[in-house]
C-alpha cells in the first residue's frame, strides 16, 4: 500500500510516498538521503539509529514512517547551530574522545541529548550508563561517552538547548 | 619537535566533525544510481545435503532482477574462498585444506551457509524472491560439539578432512617438558574452555560493486580492513578479474576487531554480480545475518599443567589445545591457534620449557578466525589463569608469584623457549604501578566490609605480553604465511604547501587521520589543518596491508616516518641549491631548513613550491616534485606488556557479578596521542570483560542452530555494566622501529578475561567454588555455587 | 516486513470497525513488539490499525481509589506521571525499568498488557495489583485475563481502553532482566492491600502467575522471613540458555523476599 507522507524534519518541510512497511529510517536514509541515522541491528536493542520525534527520543527503526506524519523529527543532521559551530553535546563527544568507528555515535548524540533534557540538565556516572541502556557501542567501552555527556550537561544548560 | 599537535599531544579527532554530524560515508549510505539491492538466501541447516533448487516462483517474483546459485559458479569457473596460512602439521605435511565454495553447491555445512543470491530492485522485493526459492534439503547429523569432534562415528564436516582434523600441530620438545615435570615439587592442572565469540562491530558487513562496460572497470565498496589484501584474494584466487581492473575501496568502517579482515562470500558474490547483472548492487547485513556468518572467534577447548619449583619457580608447560575452525577455513584461520597462540606461551615470564599441541577441528558452525587479539587472548587466559591457580594452590600471592618469574629487564632481548624473541620491557614496575592505583593494600578490608553486605569480592591479576605490529615478511614467510606484512606510505605534497599522507593502513576506528597527521606535522612542521591522511581505496593508495594486528603505528606510522625521510633529504637538497650552500651543511629544524651558524632559511613550503615551479632548481641533479613512497618492514613484531587488575563482588545468591574497579596498566612504548591510546584500551578491555562475563556463541548441540543469533539473546556488554576505568603507564620504547611504539589497539581485550575470571574465582574460593567456566554469566555462577554447595554437602 | 494496509483511527468505535471488518487486521499501540515482528517476517497482518490517533486512549486519571491509566500512555509517561509515583510508586517503578528510554517513549501499557509477552513486566502489576482491564466492550478482571503464552481474555475486535490498578497499602516490584534483552526473566511484583496479599510473577513460565504459598504467608506476616523457605516448583518453568526452569525458580524466591524488602522500606 503506497500512501503519502509529510512531516518537517530539521526545520524542512519533507513529504514523499511510501509503502506502508516502510520504516522512518528508511524514509530518512532511503527517501530523503539523509544517511546520518544508522541502523546495526533488526531488533530495536542497538540505538544507532535513534532521532528525535516531536521532542521525544525514539528508535527509527521501530516506527513506519508513516506514524510519523505531522511530526517535527530531528536528526544528527540536524543538530549543530551551523556550518563551522556543533552542538554542545556533539562538542563534548569530540573533546572527549567519545567515538571512534562513529557507526554508533548519531543515535548515542541522539539518545545523550534527550537524556540530559529529561533529567534537567542533572546527571550523575550512574544515571548516564542506566540511561544508555538502549544504545551499543562497540569501540569506546563507554567510558569516554559517559564522560562527554556529564561534560555536556551543564553546557547544554548554558547555551540554552 | 614538539607542539600542542605534535608527538604525544592529546590533540582531537580530525575525522570526528564528519561523524558527529551524520555526514561520515559508510558503504550503506552511497548513492549508486539505478542500484539493484541482493538479498542471500542461507541455509537453515547446519548440515544437509542441496537436492534440488527451484528458483522458478522466485524469478516470477515483483522486481527481481537476477538469481545465481553456486551451480552458476561453477558454470562460470570461479574459484573457491581460501585460506592464505599454510601450518605444517607435527609430520611436516600442510594442513587438510577442503574447497570452500563461495556458494554451496551440493552440501551446506552450517546455519548461515550461503545458497542463492537474489538481485532485485529494492531489497524486500528481493528477500519477498529468496521466500519463493524452494531448496529440498535432506538433512544430515551436524558436529558443533567441538569437544567431541575428533570422536569415532562423529559426523563428517568434510571428506577432505578425515576425523575433521585440519591439522595436529605442535611446538616445543615434548621428552623435555615431560622430563621437567617429573621433577617439579609442585605441578597445577587446569582444564579451560576459551568461550566462543561474535565481533558484532556496530556497522554490520556491506558491499556494493558496480562494472563498467566500457572499460572492463569493476568498483567494489567493501566494509573492509584491508582492501588491498581484498582486492588480491578476489583477483588473484576467487574471480580472476585483474588486478589492476578492480578497485576496492574501504571508506568509513564502523568497527572491525578484525572480522572484517577476510574475504566473505557475500561481497565477492556482489563483486561477481555487477557485470552480470549490468546494474550497480549493493547488499547489506541484517545483525541477524551478522551473527550466522561474520567469523567469529576463539573458541578453545584446552588442557594446560603448569611445572614449579619448590620454591615457587616455572619450570616448564604444557598445553594441549583444540581449537574450532567452523565449516570452512577463513582467511587466516590456521594461523590464529597455532603462531599467534602457541608463540605467546612463554606471556612475561622465564619459564624455561615449553610444549604445545594444537589440533584444529571443523565443525557445522560458522568459521572462525581472528576477532581482536587472536590467539593472544586465548593464550594470556592459559597463562595467567594457570599461574593464579598455582599461586591460589601454594598459597602465595598471586603478584608475588608472577614477580618471581618476570623475565628481568636486563635480560631483554629475551628468547622464548617458543619461538619470539621479546625485544624490549621491563615487568615489575607494571605490576607495581596497578598494584599502587588498584589499592591492592587495601583489598582485604573491602573484601570484609562487602561481606558484611552478603557480597562476595575478589581481586584478580592479568599480565598479558603480546607480539603485535604484525610483522616481519621474513618470520611470515618462514611460518607459512602467503603474503608480505610490510607497510607503504607516500607524502605527497602540493604545491601550496599542503600535504595528502596516503598509508595501506585502514582506520576503522583508530582514528588514523589524527595519529599519522601528528607524526607528519611533528617532523615536518606543517600545520595540521593542512595534512589529509588518505586511506581506504585501492585506486588512491600504493599498495597496503591494512589494519589488523595492532600494526598501524608500528608498521604503518614507521613508513610514514621513512617517507618524511625522504621529503627532509630531498628537501635538504633544493634547500642548498635555493640558500647557495652545501646539503651537507643544511640541517631541518621546526619546518625549516637552515644552514648551521648562519641566518640563511627556507620553509619547507619554500622548498615544497620550488620543487613544483622548478624555475631556480637544480634540475640536472634532482627531478622536480615533492612526493615520495616507502615501504616499512619490521625488524621484529612488537611487544607491548602490562598488567590489569579487576575487582568484584558478586551476589551469591543470584549470581550476579558486577565489576566494581578494572585497573590497566600498559607498556605500549612511546605514546602518539594519549586520549586515543586510552580509547584503545577502554574499548578493549569491554571486549575483554565481555568474554569473561556476558558474550558466549550458543549452537545447539543437536541441530547446530545458533541460539545466542540476536541482541536478544547475545548478551553484549552495555554501560551500566561497567565501572569508569582506571589507566596508568610504563614506556620502554620498541628499539627496532623509527617511532619506539608499540601496539594499543588489542592489549584490552588480551588481558581482560583472565584478570576478571581470577577475581571471579577468588571471590567464591571461601565458598569452595573451584572453578567457573566463561563467561560467568548469573546463571552460570549460580550453578558452580550449588555444585560447590552440593559437593560440601556429600 | 510484508507490506499490509495502514489505517490510523481517530476514535475507539471507528478502529474496532477497522479491525472487524478485515481479514487479518493488528492493532497497533506503541508498536514496541508489533514491529520488530513484522521485521522478522514472523507475522502477516492484511491490515494494521494504528491506535496512535486514538487521543481518548491516553491519559492517566486518579479515580477514588483507583490509578486509572489510558492504555495509550506510554510507559515513560506512567515513569514519571506524579500521580502514579505518589499512589503506587512501585507501579511508576515497573514503568520505569521497562526496556530502554526509547523504548518507554512509545511503547505503552495497553500494547503490552493485551500482548501477554511472558518476559513483560506490566502483567506482573496487573495481576498483583488486581487491576481491572477495561475494553470497549466491557471489564475484565486481572485474574482471568492472562490466558497464556501471548494470550488473553480479549476477543476478536476487542481493544483495551484503560487499566485501572486499586491503591495498595504497600506494593513493590524485583526484576532481573535478562542479560542480553533485559526482559524480565523473572519479574516478581508483590502488593499488600485491604483485601490480602498477591505474589505475581512475570518472566518466568509461559505467562504470568501467582505464588499462593506466598501470598498466604505473607498475608500473615508482612516480611521477606515470611517467605525465604518456600520454594516454587521449577516444573512448566520456561528454560533457555540464559536461565535453566530451577534457576529462575529460585530467583522467584530471591525477588519475592528482596520486593517484600523494598516494600517494606
Redesign the interface.
Known sequence: MTISVAMTVNGKSVSGKVEARTLLVQFLREHLGMTGTHVGCDTSQCGACVVHVDGQSVKSCTMLAVQAEGAKVTTIEGLAPSADKLHPMQEAFRDNHALQCGFCTPGMVMSAIDMVKRHNYQLDEATVRRELEGNLCRCTGYHNIVKAILAAAPAMKSAGV | MTSATGIGARV??T????????????V??L?LARATYAYFLRSPHAHAKIKSIDISAAEKSPGVVNIFTGKDLVDAKVGGLICGWVVKDKNGEPHKSPPHPVMAVDTVRYVGDTVAMVVANSY?EA??AA?AIRVDYEVLPAIVDLAKAFDKGAPQVHAEAPGNLIYDWEIGVKADVDAAFAKAAHVTKMDIVNNRLIP?????RAAAAEYDKGTGNYTLWSTSQNPHVLRLILSAFVLGIPEHKLRVIAP????G?GSKIFCYADETMVCWAASRVGRPIKW?A???ESFQTDCHGRDHVTHAELALDKDGKFLALKVETIANMGAYLSTFSTAVPTYLYATLLAGQYTTPLIYANVKAAVTHTAPVDAYRGAGRPEATFVIETIVSKAAAELKMDPAELRRKNFIPAEAFPYQTPVALQYDSGNYPPIIDEAMRIADYAGFEARRAEAKSRGKLRGIGFSSYIEACGLAPSQVIGQLGGGVGQWESAQIKFNPTGNVQVITGSHS????HETTFAQLVHDRLGVPMDQIEVVHGDTSTTTFGMGTYGSRSLAVGGSAIMKATDKIIAKGKKIAAHLMEADVADVVFENGTFKVAGTDKAVPLAQAVFAAYVPHNYPLAEIEPGMDENAFYDPANFVYPAGTQICEVEIDP??GIVEVIAHTAVDDFGNIINP??V??QV??????GVGQAL?EGA?YDKNTGQL??G???????????N?P??KLGYKVTPCPHNPLGVKGCGEA?AIAAPAAVMNAVHNALAPIGVKHVEMPA???NV??SIQGAQRAAAE | MYDFAYHRPKSVADAVALLKGKEEARPMSGGMTLIPTLKQRLAKPSDVVDLGGVKELAGIKVEGGNVVIGAMTKHGDVATSADVKAHIPALADLAGHIGDPQVRNRGTIGGSVANADPAADYPAAVVALNATVTTNTGKHAADGFFKGLFETALGEGEIITSISFPKPEKAAYMKFPNPASRYAMVGVFVAKTASGVRVAVTGAGPSVFRVKAMEEALSKNFSSDAIKDIKVPATDLNSDIHGSAEYRAHLVGVMARRAVDKANK
Open positions: 582531537v579527532r575525522e570526528d566533525k564528519r561523524f558527529l554530524t551524520g555526514t561520515g560515508r559508510y550503506d549510505d548513492p524486500d528477500k519477498d521466500e558484532n562491530a556496530m556497522e554490520p568509513d568502517v564502523g568497527g576487531f547489506t541484517e545483525r541477524t576503522h576506528g583508530q582514528g545468591e543470584t586520549m586515543i586510552e580509547g577502554h574499548g578493549g578491555i569491554v571486549q556476558f550458543v541460539l545466542s540476536s541482541f536478544m539473546d547475545y548478551t553484549m556488554p552495555r554501560a551500566d561497567f569508569s576505568f584490552g554469566t548469573p546463571l549460580w550453578q
